[in-house]
Structure formats: C-alpha cells, structure tokens
C-alpha cells in the first residue's frame, strides 16, 4: 500500500531526471560525432565512428587550453579576494562592535541590488583611462567588486550563529581581534567560506557578458567567450571539439560540485541555524 501511494512520487521524480540527465548524455554523444554526422546524420543517431580526437582538437586548435588558463588566471586571484576580504568584512561587521556598522552593512546590501550590465560602460571607461585594457586586471577587479556584497552578507550572516561568547573569551585571554579572526572565526566557518567560494565559483566561471565587454582580444577570451566564439582551423565551426570542449567546461563543473557537494550542505546549515 506505502508503495502505490509514493508510485506518483516516484514516477515524478523519474521523468525529472530523465530531463536533466538527458541532455548530458546527448551532448556526451555528440562530442564523439565527426563533422560529417552533424551536417547529414540525425541529430538522435548515435555515433558512428566514435571521434575521440574531438577532445585533442579542442584542447589545442580551439585553443580550449588559452581558455581555460585565462579562465584560472582571472577566477582563481578574484576568488580569493572575495573570500579574504568578504568573510574579513563579515567578521568585522557582526562580531566586532563600532560605530556605523549597520550604515556599512546597508552599503553593501545596496550593492547586491545594483545591476551589473549599468556600470559595464563606466568601468570600461576607467580602465582604458587607467590603461588596463589589454590586461585581464579589468576582470579581476571587476569580479572581486561584483561578488563582495552577497559574500559580506552570506557571511555576516553566518557569524551572526556563532555565539559572542566565544570572541570575548578570546580577547580576556589577551587574544588581538586579528588573532581572534585568523585562529577562531575563520576555521569556524569554514564550511560557510566552502559554501560561499564555490557559489562565486560557478558564477564567475560561467560569466560571459562581464568577460565578453572587458576582453578584446582572443589570447585574453576566458572559457564562456571563447566557446561563443569556437572555430575550426579554417574558420569554420566544428561541431565535434565544439562539444568536446563544453564537455570538458560542463562536465568538470559537474565533478566539482559533486566532490564538494557535503560542505556545501553542512555550510547551508550552518548558517541556518542560530548558535
């Protein structure tokens, strides 16, 4: 009877993960086809001579590993600011008491309201003034400036579960507040820093308009610009390394979020919970 009653669940829960499992494979599939299958064959044939060469073209004449390399160069730097700087602030904003705090927190808030398409033109501006055009600076900065508000509040919110007590205890054994950070607040949340550094991850690795405006050049493309604009040897777009390449984008995002998958939960929880 327990199990006719959960049989709709059941069938509904099936039919959600043939709809995203489905896609995967079918781009998997693809990935292995030759040029000649994709422009005369049937898009749901399977594969008839399984190109496996498709990985190798795209990593070296679709120029996937530059991509990749700028994507690291821009994403890794920015990354760690944001965590630095983001669970800092937090810190400093929940658990530290001084004078206009809340006016600071609300700054930061206002930020996240902020859209990001209306200070591309103005940024664009200031570093061609400041002469960073050319550089991939421009992302750098601009991705730290983009993922400070939501960390500072994921944060803050984060150190608001930890009880006080702990910190004043810190600082009467003659703890600085730099220590009282460094060897208390931190490796307390450290789940909540996993849950925050792999939530900007995803978004600043799968940024295209951002990397799009700022890079003008194609040795300077991170991985979204350079598959929007993925060409063959002769110009022409190959749709085999084509999936190959956002085989090795999508599929490697996949494998780190599964690696990573508990802490992010425990970090979810974490900061669900008030201390």
Not at 27 to 54: C, R
Not at 119 to 134: A, C, D, E, K, N
Not at 149 to 159: D, E, G, K
């Amino acid at each position: 009877m327990r199990n006719i009653r959960s049989l709709p669940a059941r069938i509904v829960v099936v039919i959600l993960l043939v709809i995203v499992v489905y896609p995967l494979v079918w781009l998997l599939l693809g990935s292995f086809k030759t040029q000649d299958e994709f422009l005369n064959g049937s898009t749901w044939a399977l594969p008839q001579h399984w190109q496996f060469s498709n990985y190798s073209d795209a990593w070296t004449t679709g120029n996937l590993s530059t991509y990749v390399r700028n994507s690291v160069l821009t994403v890794g730097p920015a990354l760690a600011f944001i965590v630095l700087f983001g669970v800092a602030a937090g810190f400093a904003l929940e658990v530290m008491v001084w004078k206009g705090r809340n006016a600071v927190l609300l700054t930061f808030l206002l930020g996240i309201m902020v859209p990001g398409q209306m200070i591309l033109l103005p940024l664009f501006t200031s570093y061609f003034q400041l002469g960073l055009t050319g550089t991939l600076w421009p992302l750098i900065i601009t991705y730290t400036a983009i993922g400070l508000p939501l960390t500072v509040f994921m944060m803050a919110t984060y150190f608001r579960a930890i009880p006080r007590e702990i910190f004043e205890a810190a600082v009467l054994d003659g703890a600085s507040m730099l220590r009282a950070f460094f060897s208390i607040g931190f490796p307390m949340a450290r789940n909540a820093v996993f849950t925050v550094a792999l939530v900007q991850f995803f978004f600043l690795w799968n940024d295209l308009l951002i990397a799009l405006t700022f890079t003008n050049t194609s040795d300077l493309r991170t991985i979204q610009v350079g598959l929007l604009n993925f060409t063959g040897e002769f110009g022409q777009t190959q749709y085999g390394p084509l999936f190959a390449a956002i085989c090795i984008n999508v599929f490697g995002c996949l494998a780190l979020y599964l690696f990573l998958n508990q802490k992010v939960m425990k970090g979810l929880a974490g900061g669900a919970v008030k201390g």
